[in-house]
T-cell receptor, first 109, second 113 residues
Framework: AQRVTQPEKLLSVFKGAPVELKCNYS??????LFWYVQYSRQRLQLLLR??SRESIKGFTADLNKGETSFHLKKPFAQEEDSAMYYC???????????FGTGTRLQVTL | DSGVTQTPKHLITATGQRVTLRCSPR?????VYWYQQSLDQGLQFLIQ???????AKGNILERFSAQQFPDLHSELNLSSLELGDSALYFC????????????FGQGTRLTVV
């Protein structure tokens, strides 16, 4: 069965500390992978996508096909990074955009 | 502004009632997704339509149904409402192609009392 797992519901870090939000997926084929972010009282929005290999707001994500993981990382957390983060594998054949359960990142001073 | 419009923003209704949530996708997007977001459940995929046809189904209850109209707007119908149906309901639209970004609406907050 297709599954995406974000093992941490809440991740609390100090400002300036490194951040790693974990995402593991179990999908047949090769899904495309996205991270979405939801800031307080705002709509979900795309943070980054694997295929672009981009860095947005200092975040990067590395696809590890062997471990089937797509962890989101940032070397130095900022207060404004506090939000809900969702990992989202997308499989064109199933046409499903499924989200993980999300991880709430809390950056404190 | 994502270009995706959801109405109403808030809805309060009693148990046993029926409500309709509406979503207008971004101009040019053919695919519409519906999600339910509860406090402890994260973002649950309900159903997806592509150009008027149902494309994928998630954990959608039989009491819930949806459709996409020729003008591509979509409606999610929730009937025989229960207290547990209280949640934020989001819709998102994409062009339907892989690797494209999904654009989300602001959501409809449904409260069942």
């Amino acid at each position: 069965a297709q599954r995406v797992t974000q093992p941490e519901k809440l991740l609390s870090v100090f400002k300036g500390a490194p951040v790693e939000l974990k995402c593991n997926y179990s999908y047949s084929g090769s899904p495309e992978l996205f991270w979405y972010v939801q800031y307080s009282r705002q709509r979900l929005q795309l943070l980054l996508r694997h295929i672009s290999r981009e860095s947005i707001k200092g975040f990067t994500a590395d696809l590890n096909k062997g471990e089937t993981s797509f962890h989101l990382k940032k070397p130095f957390a900022q207060e404004e990074d506090s939000a809900m983060y969702y990992c989202a594998p997308y499989t064109g054949t199933a046409s499903k955009l499924t989200f993980g359960t999300g991880t709430r990142l809390q950056v404190t001073l | 502004d994502s270009g995706v419009t959801q109405t109403p923003k808030h809805l309060i209704t009693a148990t046993g009632q029926r409500v309709t949530l509406r979503c207008s996708p971004r101009s040019g997007d053919l695919s519409v997704y519906w999600y339910q977001q509860s406090l402890d459940q994260g973002l649950q995929f309900l159903i997806q339509y592509y150009n008027g046809e149902e494309r994928a189904k998630g954990n959608i209850l039989e009491r819930f149904s949806a459709q996409q109209f020729p003008d591509l707007h979509s409606e999610l119908n929730l009937s025989s409402l229960e207290l547990g149906d209280s949640a934020l309901y989001f819709c998102a639209s994409t062009s339907g192609q892989m690797n494209t970004e999904a654009f989300f609406g602001q959501g409809t907050r449904l409260t069942v009392v």
